[in-house]
């Protein structure tokens, strides 16, 4: 008999059935039953999840649960070998990452991946390379600005003389330049001072406020609950929980087994 179970939580508006997911959110992004791994090594083992507009939505769990495993194959750095992507009502599995961004996706990895050499300008350029009119990236531009106003007066600063704070805001300015659908964040917190960790957390607010849903990776899970719409915990490549940020943070498993009591 093929198994039929629900993930157990108030609110839980995920049924799986046979292999078939019924999504009750109004989604711009879902993912069912995603296989995907690196090489011959299988990491995730049929994830589902989903991300609705207006919404952040924060993928927790253990180190080694698969967690940024997820954000590359949806963003087309993976080989998926089972399960769909459907971003803006269009299945994108396998599509090539320059395809996904063109669609409107834009993923920050992990670790401040910026160009030493290279300036402020000179990123926020690189990042708009999906813009073909003048006034168009101009306007990309003067919103990131908005965003992110200490960048207009640092725009010729090489990112080498930059703190890792700093460096992390100009990555995520970056990836605002193609004016996305979708901000997938890669353990945005990571190496950063409790100052510049709040600081980021802001501007994802911030970001999210201005009408584009975030999808984030985060190890700092008690606080990047707090700030989430909704929450999806793995472990082992698999679903454990899922549930409203504030439910997953009063759900006595989650704190005993991931938050730390």
């Not at 990491?43 to 649960?65: C, D, Q, R």
């Not at 996305?180 to 510049?196: A, H, I, M, R």
């Not at 970001?207 to 082992?236: F, T």
Request: proline letters at 5%.
């Amino acid at each position: 008999m093929k198994p039929c179970w629900s993930i157990i939580l108030e609110d839980k508006n995920i049924l799986v059935d046979e292999g078939k997911v019924e999504i009750k959110r109004d989604n711009l992004l879902f993912i069912e039953g995603l296989v995907s791994g690196y090489g011959k090594m299988e990491i995730l083992h049929g994830v589902s999840l989903s991300v609705g507009k207006g919404e952040i939505v924060g993928l927790i769990g253990p180190n080694g649960a698969g967690k940024s495993t997820v954000l590359k194959a949806v963003g087309g750095l993976l080989k998926i070998t089972s399960g769909k992507v459907v971003f803006l009502g269009e299945e994108i599995t396998n599509h090539p990452p320059y395809q996904i961004v063109e669609k409107g996706m834009a993923f920050n990895p992990q670790g401040r991946v910026v160009f030493p050499e290279m300036t402020v300008q000179e990123h926020l350029d690189l990042g708009a390379w999906t813009i073909k009119e003048r006034k168009q990236k101009e306007e990309a531009l003067e919103r990131v600005y908005q965003l992110f106003p200490w960048l207009r007066e640092k725009r010729k600063r090489r990112a080498a003389q930059m703190s890792g704070g700093e460096q992390q805001m100009l990555s995520l300015a970056r990836a605002m330049m193609i004016q996305p659908k979708l901000l997938l964040l890669d353990e945005p917190s990571l190496g950063l001072s409790p100052k510049w960790v709040q600081t980021v957390f802001e501007k994802i607010v911030e970001i999210k406020n201005s009408g584009i849903p975030c999808l984030i990776v985060e190890q700092k899970a008690a606080m990047i609950l707090e700030y989430s719409d909704y929450g999806y915990v793995l472990e082992m490549g698999k679903n454990r929980f899922e549930g409203k940020g504030h439910d997953l943070l009063q759900n006595p498993d989650v704190r005993r087994l991931y938050l730390g009591g």
